[in-house]
């Protein structure tokens, strides 16, 4: 099957995309994509890579699979895979900016890329000025003349703020600016933001598309070939490509991405609803909620609302410290998407090294709690919840 043949729904591509059986001369027809761990390849003429392949940082089998896998879950033409998501995200920045070059980004990102922008690529004559583009208007009113990218995630790390890709894409198209948008939290299976109109939509791979939380990745989908060869020059060039044993890994998470993101997203849901009602919990944050500002558009923008909530406590610091520490089921631990549910506190954690005041200004308080809900009996996560809640 082609990669890009769109009479295939979401799950035939999963599974099959880029690992398309060979039956030329003397190939063995494997179901599964092989993994080729050769660092280096061998011709027959000088003037002839065999198959294309010269060198694994450049292309290898196993990495050139899954990136038609990637493109093919975003509806793309192309995908690159990397060896983490701020790994994708630096080599996207490095490739289509030059130092002076103006960024408009979210105000409520993921810690890390925000420490990325801040203390790596603002050394390098990078701008920066953040905004809270759920509201669109601010993201226009912020453009400057050296402008180039604007960079969002909708929903947001970790208050789940939404934005209007659509809107936010009719700005930027309109400006000439690149949009990119970090997809992680929803995957590719709930929110496809290249038909929204972005223009490269980037993933921690770690998350759902990997699923199991045992394997690093990052990944970036594109359909612009101008912007595609710049990116995949650069990560050659730069080198922080995926190993091919983490290319079969975050292929054979993929095959089952859709089963999994709809438990995490019906055990969310009914999570999200208990913690509403919950005296101990003074709020809960998840677009899943009619109580969530943006609700109407969530349910616009994409087929499910994920698998995070975010909710705060009633009380002090060392109360929500006090509620995680008597968790079961819940591992206390930063990332998420894995098929394994997981809580942290932001403010000491994911998002430590925001400073802040800049935590405090976007709402991200002391007891400010995140959860990644996974996909065990939800009965068994609920009550885990409730004896904590009771201390």
């Known amino acids: 099957m082609s990669t890009q043949d769109k009479k295939y729904g979401f799950s035939t591509k999963a599974i099959h995309a880029g690992e398309e059986p060979d039956f030329s001369d003397n190939a063995s027809g494997d179901v599964v994509s092989p993994i080729h761990l050769s660092t280096t390849f061998a011709r027959k003429k000088v003037d002839e890579p065999t198959g294309g392949y010269e060198y694994t940082r450049s292309l290898n089998p196993t990495r050139k699979a899954l990136e038609s896998k990637l493109a093919a879950l975003e509806n793309a033409e192309y995908g690159l895979a990397f060896t983490s998501g701020l790994a994708a995200e630096t ?72 934005c209007d890709i659509k809107a936010v894409a009719s700005i930027t198209r309109k400006h000439n600016l690149i949009l990119v948008v970090d997809n992680t939290f929803l995957s590719p299976y709930l929110q496809k933001p290249l038909t929204l109109g972005a223009d490269i939509v980037l993933h921690s791979s770690t998350k759902y598309i990997g699923g199991h939380s045992d394997v690093l990745g990052g990944s970036v989908m594109l359909s612009d070939q101008s912007l595609y060869e710049k990116i995949k020059y650069h990560q050659n060039a730069v080198g922080a490509v995926l190993p091919p044993f983490d290319s079969y890994l975050t292929m054979r998470g993929i095959k089952t991405l859709a089963l999994r993101v709809e438990r995490h997203n019906k055990n969310a849901i009914a999570i999200a609803t208990y913690l509403e009602k919950h005296p101990k ?47 079961n089921l819940f591992a206390l631990a930063e990332s998420l998407g894995g098929v394994e549910s997981l809580i942290e506190l932001p403010s000491v954690m994911t998002h430590a090294s925001v400073a802040k005041e800049v935590r405090v200004q976007i709402g991200i308080t002391d007891t400010l709690v995140r959860v990644s809900v996974g996909v065990e009996d939800v009965e068994d996560l609920i009550a885990d919840l409730e004896q904590a809640l009771k201390e």
């Open 91 to 162: 080599t996207v920045l490095l490739s289509l900016l030059k130092p002076g070059d103006h960024i408009i980004a979210f105000d409520d990102l993921y810690g890390g890329t925000k420490r990325l922008f801040n203390n790596v690529f603002a050394n390098f004559g990078f701008e920066i000025t953040y905004v809270d583009a759920s509201n669109a208007t601010l993201v226009e009113k912020s453009i400057q003349p050296k402008t180039k990218l604007v960079w969002i995630e909708s929903p947001s790390n970790p208050l789940l703020k939404l």
């Open 281 to 327: 919990v003074k709020r809960v944050i998840y677009p899943g909620l009619e109580s969530h500002p943006q609700h109407k558009l969530a349910s616009t923008q994409a087929s499910g609302y994920g698998g995070i909530i975010s909710f705060e406590l009633q009380g002090t610091i060392d109360d929500a410290k006090n509620f995680l520490s008597r968790l």
